[in-house]
């Protein structure tokens, strides 16, 4: 087992205005409505950011096709089809999570509750958005790290979507040290900062990353169905 | 009708909150639901006509055109915000008594769940609709429910939830609620929820939108 765990500057993070656009699907009107909140945001939001992000590498992978399990540290985890096409030719599997931290969300809710609606609920996309945006950075460099030895890396596939039961996020972060990046995970699989991610990325050498695909997922929550649809 | 209870509709439908506000752009300068109630009340027009005639059919207006998809979240945030704004003029009436809420609906985010912008937006528009609004916020238990409904028992009851792991608490909140208060109407919504789950775990209405929401609660208090 590999662990990796990085802190990721702030700065790093880079969101573009195109990008809240497309998840609150505002039309031009409502675009210069919205802008004065989106400048506000550019200009403090970063400073919340508390980003933390990382993998463990689990060497130990097998899968059943019957049952369309994954087994990884001989734990079963019960993916849809779609998942399990991706990620069967792994040999080796990522368990990922990375968080932000709870100060936008914070901000978020205390805009809201002070009846700025709008302008918290800014807070909360442009958190959604900054944590895929750190991830795809953490997801980045496992990409180089296994391009060294030869290995590609899969889409990243996270409890909640695509069909994967969100209550298997207790086996996924049994996988992971205690408090990895500070997440921590309440009865109902809800992660604690709530803007944090998790999942699995497949690594091999017949693995390769794809372009998203919404159809094969039902989650109408997704910030990449909206970016697609909207973007 | 009236010309201001008039362009009060419209100031609510199109989120324009005050004169300083810019949005929505065509209304630049114009004055807004802020000033236009006050106007309303200075002009000795009923607090109960502003509020039926008003605000009432601007949020259904904005609600309907949410649920046709013809406009996003952004929109019904300002509307509600205008329309809050306004509400803040007629609260004294309200609790006079000299206008009267259509009833009661309490509404929360289930145990376990701490998602609340959909449960938000059906708050706002519930409320928009002539309806007192006890938002109980998130992570909601069977207990705050049934206190809060022992507070106020001829309530409708709203429960959210956004994941699948808590939509599952949700059939624990609706049996205690309906072993103690079988009579009290319970909808709930949320991205995973449809009707079978609704009719499954004993519960009488699941709205996929606000506005859904609004209407079932509408012929509840025609019934």
Same mark, same amino acid.
């Given at each position: 087992m590999h662990l990796q765990q990085f802190n990721i500057p702030n700065q790093s993070v880079e969101i573009s205005r195109a990008e809240i656009y497309a998840v609150l699907g505002v039309s031009a009107e409502v675009q210069a409505m919205v802008d004065e909140y989106i400048d506000e945001v550019f200009m403090n939001g970063c400073e919340l950011l508390q980003i933390t992000g990382g993998y463990l590498i689990a060497e130990d992978v097998e899968t059943d096709i019957t049952l369309k399990q994954i087994l990884v540290n001989r734990i079963p985890f019960s993916i849809k089809n779609n998942i399990f096409q991706q990620l069967k030719a792994s040999e080796k599997i990522a368990v990922f999570a990375c968080t932000i931290g709870d100060a936008v969300f914070e901000k978020s809710r205390t805009l809201m509750k002070n009846n700025e609606m709008l302008h918290g609920y800014i807070y909360d996309i442009f +958190?959604?958005? $900054?944590?895929?945006? $750190?991830?795809?950075q953490v997801q980045n460099n496992l990409k180089l790290e296994m391009a060294v030895i030869g290995? +590609?890396?899969?889409?990243?596939?996270?409890?909640?979507?695509?069909?994967?039961?969100? $209550?298997?996020?207790?086996?996924?972060?049994?996988?992971?040290?205690? +408090?990895?990046? +500070?997440?921590?995970?309440?009865?109902?699989?809800?992660?604690q900062p709530i803007k944090s991610i998790s999942g699995f990325i497949g690594i091999g050498p017949e693995i390769h990353q794809e372009a998203y695909t919404c159809e094969v997922c039902d989650s109408s929550q997704c910030l990449y169905r909206n970016l697609k649809h909207n973007g | 009708m009236n010309e201001i209870v008039e362009k009060l509709t419209i100031c609510i439908e199109f989120g324009k909150i005050n004169q300083k506000s810019p949005f929505p752009?065509?209304?630049?300068?114009?004055?807004?639901?802020?000033e236009l109630?006050?106007?309303?009340?200075?002009?000795?027009?009923?607090?109960?006509?502003?509020?039926?005639?008003?605000?009432?059919?601007?949020?259904?207006?904005?609600?309907?055109?949410?649920?046709?998809?013809?406009?996003f979240v952004p929109e019904m945030l300002m509307a509600a915000k205008a329309m809050s704004t306004a509400l803040v003029h007629l609260k004294p009436y309200f609790q006079s008594g000299e206008v009267k809420r259509k009833g009661t609906f309490i509404i929360g985010t289930v145990f376990g769940d701490l998602h609340d912008i959909g449960k938000n937006l059906v708050a706002m528009t519930v409320e928009g609709a002539g309806w007192e609004v006890i938002d109980l916020g998130v992570d909601v238990k069977s207990e705050t429910f049934l206190d809060t409904l022992g507070k106020y028992p001829n309530s409708a009851v709203g429960i959210s939830a956004l994941l699948t792991t808590t939509m599952a608490n949700m059939e624990s909140v609706v049996k205690n609620l309906k072993e103690k208060h079988p009579l009290t109407k319970i909808l709930v919504g949320g991205a995973p929820l449809n009707a079978a789950f609704c009719n499954k775990i004993g519960a009488d209405f699941y709205s996929r939108d606000p506005q859904g929401?609004?209407?079932?609660?509408?012929?509840?208090?025609n019934c």
């Open positions: +958190g959604s958005l $900054a944590v895929e945006n $750190a991830m795809e290995s +590609g890396i899969s889409n990243r596939y996270s409890p909640g979507y695509c069909g994967w039961n969100v $209550a298997e996020q207790k086996k996924l972060f049994s996988l992971l040290p205690p +408090g990895f990046c +500070g997440i921590s995970l309440s009865d109902s699989c809800l992660m | 752009p065509s209304m630049r300068g114009e004055v807004g639901a802020d109630t006050k106007q309303a009340l200075e002009a000795g027009i009923n607090p109960a006509e502003i509020l039926e005639h008003g605000l009432i059919p601007g949020m259904n207006a904005v609600g309907l055109k949410f649920s046709q998809g013809k406009v929401a609004v209407a079932y609660l509408n012929n509840l208090q």
